[in-house]
């Protein structure tokens, strides 16, 4: 919890929910997580995670963080302070999921469950 002069105030509210699509999402992520040569891009990872984004949101600093992800570290952070540069206060307000970067990385899962579904399946000749 954030604890405000007038009240608390749960972080996820502050932070925002996640959307509708996340549990299928996660599903898809669930999938390409046996690729054994999955390598995932650096800017897909959640610098608190080291996991892929499910839903990206870009802090005021230009950080990118899962949002389930800065949403652990602002309730165990009562200071809220950035957690990759400790210098700059995180604003608690809304933060919207960033669709360009939720995009490419949903554009490289599905490139991934392609390459898995191509590795699973008989060619036919």
């Known amino acids: 919890m954030y604890q405000s002069s007038k009240n608390q105030v749960q972080i996820d509210e502050i932070i925002g929910k996640p959307d509708s699509k996340t549990k299928k999402f996660k599903k898809k992520i669930a999938q390409i997580?046996?690729?054994?040569?999955?390598?995932?891009?650096?800017?897909?990872?959640?610098?608190?995670?080291k996991c892929l984004m499910i839903e990206p949101i870009q802090l005021d600093d230009g950080h990118f963080?899962?949002?389930?992800?800065i949403i652990m570290y602002l309730?165990?952070?009562p200071r809220?302070?950035?957690?990759?540069?400790?210098?700059?206060?995180?604003?608690?307000?809304?933060?919207?999921?960033?669709?360009?970067?939720?995009?490419e990385i949903e554009n490289y899962v599905n490139q991934q469950l392609q390459t898995l579904s191509?590795?699973?399946?008989?060619?036919?000749?």
Do not use: H, Q, W
């Open 33 to 49: 997580e046996r690729l054994p040569d999955l390598v995932i891009p650096e800017d897909y990872k959640c610098p608190l995670s």
């Open 65 to 69: 963080y899962d949002r389930s992800s």
């Open 75 to 77: 309730e165990n952070n």
């Open 80 to 103: 809220a302070v950035c957690p990759l540069n400790r210098n700059y206060k995180v604003e608690l307000r809304f933060y919207p999921t960033n669709v360009f970067m939720k995009n």
């Open 118 to 125: 191509e590795s699973v399946s008989p060619r036919l000749n």
